[in-house]
């Protein structure tokens, strides 16, 4: 649908706003008061479907705020697109993505739509034994707003077990996070930090969502961020590590971990400010116990070839899945028991029944969710073995960061208390930047040995069980890059050879189309597969690419992605959606993958798009000069751009 169809779509809806007389009297026009005589009023005519747009946006907004009248702001209702699509995100759409668990937030944080189908979906909060203060805040809470129904629910003291996260199921909640202490009427109550989610159906702290939407929020939302660091240190020190999210059946289930990347960005933008070495000092504190009792120990750990691999712990099918998510795989087992799909699903996940082949595909499946890529062809039925270019990359860039802030911030040594031990570690150990430097330098040699092809110009996944190199092209690859594993002769091939695999006109696509294979029945088109985009690859492809003197590559894809966000945010109402199909222009945002696209529910006017593409865009800005910011603005593609002709 174009921006004329939507627009003629929702006037109807939207203009019988009540509106000052003038706008009453001619709707085609809007009033400015004039700044040296405030009884004085112009009229000015509102031109083309994006300024309509526009100002239907802004009476719908009026409208939500509880506004009878509108004094219309002229330089909104006719800004430049890049102008105020960055506007909108810094001043209201991060605000619309924040939330926070205690009375003010709860009744929304605990709202779970992936989850309406279980026996027990009333709002739940499970809190761990190590935070008494907040399991007698929540019990209060439930008594004093009856309404919510809210249940709390203690934690086990010892290690939470797959069968533990199994017993979950039918009484899905949300998990604890970092408070403080708030001094109220002489007395302290506590009081939830706010935290941001994707968008969409999520209302819950995800891992590598919340770090691309922090970095990007650091200037304008630095208490965000800051409490964001503060709950990853939080779930590490109550969870073991930083969770997929923060909900009862992620429990045993992380996500690509970014805390490094996050805290020393944030200390370098916050320096000045006290409190930010502690934060540091805590977060790397915390980033050591997830490396040590998360990433490198078994199963995860591969003995074989010293790299890691995703592979959570748990049983069964993923709670968190449409019930008709898996049919496709259940079907066969079905008909073999006589039974429903329901009630095979039901009975594999408890139990009644023991089918090995699906035990297998399950361990694969709930590693490709904690790689964050869920799904992909590149992982069905194979990631639980795979040592990936990602997560490795991720690893690597652990081991330099804590070198790096051993070394230059904490004079090359950092006592470890006990609350940051990993089972079995002295408590109150000392770490110096030596011990990293020499992980590092081993990762990189492994990394080198087993997922580098020469050939190619590509690092590839490598399955420990095959012991073979795997051949799915993938644009993690380019991460190689961001974290720095890359010797400047890798780096050359990866961008002679390796980067046109994946380069569209609407940015990187996240593996390319023959790694994919054809899409039918007994393919789907997968959604984070070619021809689909997502905003976390961009970005670090962009910083990669800088980091080795690629600027005009690094530059060339971000417009491309830019360009193609602001299309569709000029043509379709405001739309900034989770991902993209970056093959073509027209209407790159219908993408046609399980889940649907996040980002598209919203009526009249978006009031938050997707939050890694929000921190993308805002991201991708600040690469570009004046004369490519001008030229998306009139909706120059890049080829025109570069041409001269915007």
């Known amino acids: 649908m ?41 009229e000015i005519e509102i031109k083309g479907t994006y300024h309509l747009a526009n100002l239907l946006q802004e009476l719908f907004l009026a409208q939500k705020k509880g506004e009878e009248f509108l004094e219309v702001d002229l330089e909104k209702i006719t800004e430049d697109p890049v102008d105020r699509l960055q506007r909108l995100i810094r001043t209201s759409w991060w605000d619309n993505l924040k ?70 199921n039918d009484k899905p909640g949300i998990l604890a996070l970092e408070m403080e202490g708030n001094d109220s009427n002489g007395r302290k ?82 320096k000045h400010e006290p409190g930010s070495k502690d934060l540091l000092k805590l977060a790397i504190l915390a980033a050591m116990k997830e490396y040590y009792n998360y990433w490198m120990t078994a199963p995860r750990y591969d003995e074989g070839t010293g790299l890691t691999r995703y592979r959570p712990v748990g049983i069964g099918i993923p709670p968190e899945v ?30 009644k029944i023991q089918e090995p082949e699906l035990d297998t595909f399950f361990l694969h499946d709930r590693a490709l969710r904690e790689s964050g890529h869920d799904t992909s062809n590149r992982f069905v039925g194979v990631c639980a073995d795979l040592a990936t270019i990602d997560l490795n990359c991720l690893l690597y860039r652990y081991e330099m960061d804590i070198a790096e802030a051993i070394r230059t911030i904490f004079e090359d040594t950092l006592q470890v208390p006990a609350d940051f031990c990993a089972p079995g570690q ?106 689909n985009g997502w905003a976390p690859h961009q970005i670090l492809a962009w910083d990669g690419l800088r980091k080795y003197g690629y600027h005009e590559e690094a530059e060339r894809l971000a417009y491309r992605w830019l360009h193609m966000i602001t299309k569709v945010f000029v043509d379709y109402n405001g739309t900034v959606v989770e991902k993209y199909d970056v093959t073509q222009l027209k209407s790159p945002h219908r993408v046609g993958a399980e889940y649907g696209n996040q980002g598209l529910s919203f009526k009249y006017a978006p009031e938050e798009g997707f939050g890694w593409t929000n921190a993308s865009y805002l991201h991708g800005l600040s690469l570009l000069g004046l004369d490519a910011r001008r030229a998306l603005g009139v909706g120059a593609p890049y080829e025109v751009y570069t041409k001269g002709g915007a």
């Open 2 to 42: 174009s921006s004329a169809d939507l627009n003629a779509e929702n006037a109807g809806r939207t203009l019988d706003i009540h509106l000052t007389a003038e706008l009453e009297r001619n709707p085609g026009s809007t009033t400015q008061k004039d700044s040296s005589n405030h009884d004085a009023t112009q």
């Open 99 to 168: 939330r926070n668990i205690d009375s003010s937030g709860i009744a929304v944080a605990a709202r779970d739509p992936k989850t309406l189908e279980a026996a027990d979906s009333h709002p739940r909060i499970y809190v761990p034994h190590g935070v008494p203060l907040q399991h007698a805040y929540y019990s209060k809470l439930a008594r004093e707003m009856p309404d919510i129904n809210l249940d709390v629910q203690w934690l086990p003291e010892s290690d939470i077990t797959a069968e533990f996260i199994r017993s979950l």
């Open 189 to 270: 109550e506590l009081i939830g930090l706010p935290f941001v989610v994707p968008g969409g159906r999520f209302n819950e702290l995800y891992n590598w969502d919340s770090c691309f939407c922090a970095t990007s929020m650091i200037d304008t939302h630095p208490h965000v961020v800051k409490s964001i660091l503060r709950h990853f240190i939080f779930e590490i020190k109550h969870y073991g590590k930083i969770l997929n999210a923060n909900r009862s059946y992620y429990l045993g289930r992380a996500q690509p971990p970014f805390l490094t990347d996050l805290a020393l960005k944030t200390y370098n933008a916050t």
């Open 322 to 351: 449409e019930s008709t998510g898996f049919d496709h795989i259940l079907e066969p087992y079905a008909a073999k028991h006589n039974m429903t799909m329901t009630e095979i699903g039901q009975a594999y996940t408890n139990g």
């Open 426 to 531: 002295v408590v109150d150990r000392f770490e110096s930047s030596a011990v990293w430097d020499i992980s590092a330098r081993k990762r990189k040699g492994l990394i080198d040995r087993y997922l580098w092809n020469e050939e190619k110009g590509l690092y590839f996944d490598y399955n420990s069980v095959t012991q073979k190199q795997t051949e799915y092209e993938t644009v993690t690859s380019l991460w190689a890059l961001w974290c720095g594993v890359a010797s400047p002769h890798q780096a050359a091939l990866l961008v002679e050879k390796g980067l046109p695999k994946f380069e569209c006109v609407g940015g990187l696509s996240s593996n390319t189309e023959n790694s994919r294979g054809p899409v039918n029945t007994a393919n789907p088109q997968k959604q984070w597969d070619y021809p």
